[in-house]
């Protein structure tokens, strides 16, 4: 069996799966998980294969003629280099593991059919853009995934806040698709093909009219779909989805798109210095702001999902200084780290009854409930602040030498300008990171209060796949120089200065949070539980976060903060918290700039549809009616009445034909 032909069962397997299992979801239920399942297995492992074959070589190349369109031909096109069959592996891995966990988070759900479908062809959506030779095609996947994802975010719809967080990120993502279709159709005007080969052939020879504005308006669309400034908005309220769900899009799949799709076209965006320094700019301040956010939250979730924005913010900022190697090696590492640290927060969620990190702190015992989510998201979090030897590590010091070899003009494609700005960004992101991720162990596991209620180990479903994706966290780093081939050949090394320097900082903000822990510790031996009500944890998974989340939200009044004075984070940002636990405002301003507007022009429309428009139509229907009743009135069936009408009618006629006769007569 050829390798093309390997690639399109890898996408068409999961796809298969999904169909099957809404198709027998009612009809035989003990198939559903199978079909949930064996389908995604079998596409990572043939995925597996794919990238074996592949090697690291040239690029290979598939297509066939989808459709003329009378200009710029559509073609179903495959192009598998050393980065799209990498990334493939992850996606495979994880939605195997995601739909494993799913199995038993979701157990006694009823709506679990439909939720293993949309996962199956979110995972194969995904895998075509990864694939996928043609842009057209591409974007087929692009979209397919943004509407599993409003299913997905949705699949709590008795919660208003599902419902809220699935239609703001289907409304936010397509904000940004609509520039982005608009750029693609102009870059195909301007190389005069969808096939990502003859763009890359046509950009080589200069064939690129407008650069800059194909640029920009592309990565008005990689903003949406990857979360970066001024569209991340979507991805925190996201989490009002179940865990699995949030573990799949953040680690492999939509966010991922948007950093891919750049990765794949990386010199129609380098022939524009004025793209890559907007790209750097809304890198670092993605990366900052992100991370000043994460540091206030207070519903474990929202710490990772602002952690992902950030890290987002890491390969922005890696393709902004020009090089696709280290921004995709840091997905590759991300992907596996982030899906330990969502799938283990969920385990986290279940055995506390909560998604409060304040609730949390006031428990104890929690560590020996759940052993084997402790170990593996320690072991994430230290690769999340990027501490050696894990892989976070090695991915994001590849990062930092990228920008500090274009600062120092050691590399020129890219401006200088860009290249400072990430490097600066990258480092003080680096002591944001280690601040929020060592908050989130200590006030997650060090927690001292009453313990933790005992309802027997979590299923294996659950925490096996935690093993299993802590192993690439733990060793993919090492990997590296191995996978050179993969990478254009580069290599990804860290250079001691960087390495130094971000380790250093890094470390330095985990024990400064660890200092202002053990001061305000104190506070909440002294204090009640700040109200923290929790979800009785004898339930399912998947319902235990439900009534968390609903929970949080009716005792604080809000899924972002709780007010408490022991949380360090509050020490460390001072008079900035209550800014960064709102996402500094974001939300309110393009409410006020956007929401408001729309909504008063949409309430002036139908005001002028009802009272003006209708007003005419209903004129015209009274006068109708008006004249009919008139009628009906002569219409009474008395014979006389009628024959006076008609002599009546015949003398007003015969009147009117000798005046009109006597007036041309004396003309």
Same mark, same amino acid.
């Given at each position: 069996?050829?390798?093309?032909?390997?690639?399109?069962?890898?996408?068409?397997?999961?796809?298969?799966?999904?169909?099957?299992?809404?198709?027998?979801?009612?009809?035989?239920?003990?198939?559903?998980?199978?079909?949930?399942?064996?389908?995604?297995?079998?596409?990572?492992?043939?995925?597996?294969? +794919?990238?074996?074959?592949?090697?690291?070589?040239?690029?290979?190349?598939?297509?066939?003629?989808?459709?003329?369109?009378?200009?710029?031909?559509?073609?179903?096109?495959?192009?598998?280099?050393?980065?799209?069959?990498?990334?493939?592996?992850?996606?495979?891995?994880?939605?195997?593991?995601?739909?494993?966990?799913?199995?038993?988070?979701?157990?006694?759900?009823?709506?679990?059919?439909?939720?293993?479908?949309?996962?199956?062809?979110?995972?194969?959506?995904?895998?075509?853009?990864?694939?996928?030779?043609?842009?057209?095609?591409?974007?087929?996947?692009?979209?397919?995934? $943004?509407?599993?994802?409003?299913?997905?975010?949705?699949?709590?719809?008795?919660?208003?806040?599902?419902?809220?967080?699935?239609?703001?990120?289907?409304?936010?993502?397509?904000?940004?698709?609509?520039?982005?279709?608009?750029?693609?159709?102009?870059?195909?005007?301007?190389?005069?093909? @969808?096939?990502?080969?003859?763009?890359?052939?046509?950009?080589?020879?200069?064939?690129?009219?407008?650069?800059?504005?194909?640029?920009?308006?592309?990565?008005?669309?990689?903003?949406?779909?990857?979360?970066?400034?001024?569209?991340?908005?979507?991805?925190?309220?996201?989490?009002?989805?179940?865990?699995?769900?949030?573990?799949?899009?953040?680690?492999?799949?939509?966010?991922?798109?948007?950093?891919?799709?750049?990765?794949?076209?990386?010199?129609?965006?380098?022939?524009?210095?004025?793209?890559?320094? +907007?790209?750097?700019?809304?890198?670092?301040?993605?990366?900052?702001?992100?991370?000043?956010?994460?540091?206030?939250?207070?519903?474990?979730?929202?710490?990772?999902?602002?952690?992902?924005?950030?890290?987002?913010?890491?390969?922005?900022?890696?393709?902004?200084?020009?090089?696709?190697?280290?921004?995709?090696?840091?997905?590759?590492?991300?992907?596996?780290?982030?899906?330990?640290?969502?799938?283990?927060?969920?385990?986290?969620?279940?055995?506390?009854?909560?998604?409060?990190?304040?609730?949390?702190?006031?428990?104890?015992?929690?560590?020996?409930?759940?052993?084997?989510?402790?170990?593996?998201?320690?072991?994430?979090?230290?690769?999340?602040?990027?501490?050696?030897? @894990?892989?976070?590590?090695?991915?994001?010091?590849?990062?930092?030498?990228?920008?500090?070899?274009?600062? @120092?003009?050691?590399?020129?494609?890219?401006?200088?300008?860009?290249?400072?700005?990430?490097?600066?960004?990258?480092?003080?992101?680096?002591?944001?990171?280690?601040?929020?991720?060592?908050?989130?162990?200590?006030?997650?596991?060090?927690?001292?209060?009453?313990?933790?209620?005992?309802?027997?180990?979590?299923?294996?479903?659950?925490?096996?796949?935690?093993?299993?994706?802590?192993?690439?966290?733990?060793?993919?780093?090492?990997?590296?120089?191995?996978?050179?081939?993969?990478?254009?050949?580069?290599?990804?090394?860290?250079?001691?200065?960087?390495?130094?320097?971000?380790?250093?900082?890094?470390?330095?903000?985990?024990?400064?949070?660890?200092?202002?822990?053990?001061?305000?510790?104190?506070?909440?031996?002294?204090?009640?539980?700040?109200?923290?009500?929790?979800?009785?944890?004898?339930?399912?998974?998947?319902?235990?976060?439900?009534?968390?989340?609903?929970?949080?939200?009716?005792?604080?009044?809000?899924?972002?903060?709780?007010?408490?004075?022991?949380?360090? $984070?509050?020490?460390?940002?001072?008079?900035?918290?209550?800014?960064?636990?709102?996402?500094?405002?974001?939300?309110?301003?393009?409410?006020?700039?956007?929401?408001?507007?729309?909504?008063?022009?949409?309430?002036?429309?139908?005001?002028?549809?009802?009272?003006?428009?209708?007003?005419?139509?209903?004129?015209?229907?009274?006068?109708?009616?008006?004249?009919?009743?008139?009628?009906?009135?002569?219409?009474?069936?008395?014979?006389?009445?009628?024959?006076?009408?008609?002599?009546?009618?015949?003398?007003?006629?015969?009147?009117?034909?000798?005046?009109?006769?006597?007036?041309?007569?004396?003309?």
């Amino acid at each position: 069996m050829t390798t093309t032909t390997l690639a399109v069962l890898v996408l068409l397997l999961p796809f298969l799966g999904a169909a099957a299992g809404l198709l027998l979801g009612r009809s035989a239920p003990g198939f559903v998980r199978p079909l949930a399942v064996l389908p995604t297995l079998t596409a990572a492992v043939l995925a597996v294969v +794919v990238a074996a074959r592949q090697g690291g070589g040239r690029s290979i190349d598939a297509s066939t003629r989808l459709t003329p369109t009378g200009s710029v031909p559509v073609d179903l096109a495959l192009h598998l280099d050393g980065f799209a069959v990498l990334v493939a592996v992850l996606v495979g891995l994880v939605a195997t593991c995601v739909q494993i966990y799913s199995t038993a988070y979701l157990k006694d759900d009823a709506r679990y059919p439909s939720y293993a479908a949309l996962v199956s062809l979110f995972t194969s959506a995904m895998l075509l853009v990864v694939y996928s030779g043609d842009l057209m095609v591409l974007l087929v996947g692009w979209e397919i995934m $943004g509407i599993c994802s409003y299913f997905l975010v949705g699949h709590y719809w008795e919660t208003p806040e599902a419902r809220a967080a699935s239609l703001k990120a289907f409304l936010v993502t397509k904000l940004g698709d609509v520039p982005f279709l608009i750029g693609l159709f102009a870059l195909a005007a301007d190389t005069g093909t @969808f096939r990502i080969t003859g763009i890359l052939a046509a950009v080589t020879n200069g064939g690129l009219d407008h650069p800059t504005l194909i640029a920009l308006l592309l990565l008005a669309g990689v903003a949406g779909k990857s979360a970066q400034f001024p569209l991340h908005t979507w991805l925190p309220d996201a989490m009002a989805g179940p865990t699995p769900v949030s573990a799949l899009i953040h680690a492999a799949t939509m966010v991922a798109a948007g950093i891919y799709f750049v990765a794949r076209l990386l010199p129609v965006f380098a022939a524009s210095g004025a793209a890559l320094v +907007v790209l750097a700019v809304m890198a670092a301040v993605t990366m900052i702001g992100s991370g000043l956010a994460a540091l206030a939250q207070d519903d474990i979730k929202r710490v990772l999902a602002y952690s992902t924005i950030g890290q987002l913010g890491y390969m922005s900022g890696a393709l902004a200084v020009g090089d696709r190697g280290a921004a995709v090696f840091h997905l590759l590492s991300h992907g596996a780290f982030k899906a330990v640290l969502f799938l283990a927060a969920g385990v986290v969620i279940h055995a506390a009854g909560t998604n409060s990190l304040a609730a949390m702190s006031r428990m104890g015992g929690l560590t020996k409930r759940i052993p084997d989510a402790y170990w593996t998201m320690t072991v994430a979090l230290l690769a999340l602040a990027a501490i050696p030897p @894990f892989a976070g590590f090695f991915s994001k010091e590849a990062v930092l030498v990228a920008a500090e070899h274009t600062a @120092f003009g050691d590399r020129d494609v890219a401006p200088a300008a860009a290249g400072w700005t990430i490097l600066v960004a990258g480092l003080l992101a680096a002591v944001l990171t280690a601040a929020y991720a060592t908050r989130l162990w200590l006030l997650a596991f060090r927690g001292r209060g009453p313990e933790v209620p005992d309802h027997g180990r979590q299923p294996v479903a659950m925490t096996s796949v935690l093993w299993v994706l802590a192993v690439p966290t733990i060793a993919f780093g090492l990997t590296a120089g191995a996978l050179t081939d993969w990478f254009d050949g580069q290599g990804l090394a860290p250079s001691l200065t960087t390495a130094v320097l971000s380790t250093g900082v890094g470390l330095v903000g985990g024990l400064v949070t660890y200092g202002a822990w053990r001061h305000t510790t104190a506070y909440a031996a002294d204090r009640p539980p700040v109200g923290a009500v929790v979800a009785h944890p004898d339930a399912e998974p998947a319902l235990v976060e439900a009534e968390a989340i609903a929970s949080h939200t009716a005792v604080y009044g809000t899924i972002a903060d709780a007010p408490d004075p022991s949380d360090p $984070g509050r020490l460390l940002l001072g008079p900035l918290h209550r800014h960064a636990v709102t996402g500094f405002h974001l939300d309110a301003l393009y409410t006020a700039a956007f929401v408001r507007p729309v909504g008063a022009a949409a309430r002036l429309v139908r005001f002028l549809d009802r009272e003006v428009v209708d007003t005419y139509v209903r004129g015209s229907a009274a006068i109708a009616r008006g004249l009919g009743t008139a009628v009906r009135r002569a219409q009474n069936g008395n014979v006389q009445t009628y024959l006076g009408a008609l002599l009546a009618g015949t003398l007003v006629l015969a009147i009117a034909a000798v005046v009109f006769a006597n007036v041309y007569a004396g003309a």
